[in-house]
């Protein structure tokens, strides 16, 4: 099995900062991409950020500048360092990464449990 737990989510003021974390723990070989989600309530699930393993980044233009994802490999962990937080980023954010469980297998995609993080003042 393969485990994905989020923490680091909260409350936070306008033009504040939080940062997440995604680890992954159980059966793995190696981990592929990894992304970040976020939900807002009556909206669709929307990309954040990603990460491949060769380390190549995308972000949402609605957070380009201010989000940075990144990923310890050593650790199966990523994190996603929230600054100049928005009302507008308020949602529940949601870890993702593709799986290698064994070395003859290809790899799954699996999902975290979220967490909330609300800006406002």
């Known amino acids: 099995q393969v485990q994905l737990v989020e923490s680091g989510g909260g409350l936070v003021q306008p033009g504040g900062s939080l940062r997440l974390s995604c680890a992954a723990s159980?059966?793995?070989?190696?981990?592929?991409?990894m992304a970040w989600y976020r939900q807002a309530p009556e909206k669709q699930r929307e990309l954040v950020a990603s990460?491949?393993?060769?380390?190549?980044?995308n972000y949402a233009d609605s957070v380009k500048g201010r989000f940075t994802i990144s990923r310890d490999n050593a650790k199966n962990t990523a994190y996603l360092q929230m600054n100049s937080l928005k009302p507008e980023d308020t949602a529940v954010y949601y870890c993702?990464?593709?799986?290698?469980?064994?070395?003859?297998?290809?790899?799954?995609?699996?999902w975290g449990q979220g967490t909330q993080v609300t800006v406002s003042s």
């Open positions: 159980g059966s793995i070989f190696s981990i592929g991409a």
């Open positions: 990460i491949l393993g060769s380390g190549s980044i």
């Open positions: 993702n990464a593709d799986v290698r469980k064994y070395v003859s297998s290809s790899a799954s995609n699996y």
